[in-house]
């Protein structure tokens, strides 16, 4: 059978071993990509079966096109979504705080490079300061600061790119002045 009949059966006449068959053609592709992402093998075959049980209960969501890929799309966020939590719950020991003390001691050229962003910032357009400002300061992904000012994601990412320039260029500017 092919993918869209065992869907069709799954759907229907609610034949979960058809289900089964899906997972073995397309965990393998799933799990790898995963992999790739998380570099953990235990923690890639739960993304793996956390992203077909997903697949599972979204299939009448599947629109048709290429099943693999579907499922890998959905694991790929899953793992990326993981990624993102573990940077956000990162513990650290003791000697890897200590250290990271000793590198972040006070330091007049990063006081001034600090000093100079600053600046640079606040001559900004309001837009364009308040878009660096969700995005470094309040952690708002490009997403999620689209839909807040109306624009869409690939606008706000050119935008970024484009004060990160002007940024540069001030401060650069700013350092020959001196």
């Known amino acids: 059978m092919d993918d869209k ?4 059966s799954i759907l229907t006449d609610g034949k979960t071993a058809h289900y089964t068959e899906l997972m073995r053609r397309y965990s393998g592709v799933v799990y790898s990509k995963v992999l790739r992402i998380l570099k953990n093998e235990d923690d890639a075959k739960e993304i793996t ?5 997903k697949g599972f209960s979204h299939l009448y969501d599947w629109r048709g096109g290429k099943l693999g890929a579907w499922f890998s799309s ?7 979504d993981e990624v ?7 513990s650290y020991s003791i000697e890897e705080v200590k250290v990271q ?18 600046q640079a910032i606040e001559k900004l357009s309001t837009e364009d300061r308040s878009i660096i400002k969700m995005y470094y300061a309040q952690g708002l992904k490009t997403e999620k600061i ?9 606008n706000i990412l050119v935008r970024m790119h484009r004060i990160r320039e002007r940024l540069k260029k001030q401060i650069n500017d700013d350092r020959k002045d001196e």
Not at 74 to 80: N, T
Not at 102 to 110: A, L
Request: proline content about 0%; charged content about 25%.
């Open 84 to 90: 993102q939590a573990r940077r956000k719950h990162r």
């Open 49 to 53: 079966q956390r992203a077909f049980v």
């Open 146 to 154: 689209a839909q807040k000012l109306g624009m869409t994601q690939n």
């Open 5 to 8: 009949e065992l869907i069709a």
């Open 101 to 118: 003390a000793q590198e972040n001691k006070y330091n007049e050229e990063h006081e001034a490079q600090l000093c100079s962003l600053e």
């Open 74 to 80: 959905i694991a790929v966020h899953l793992a990326l």
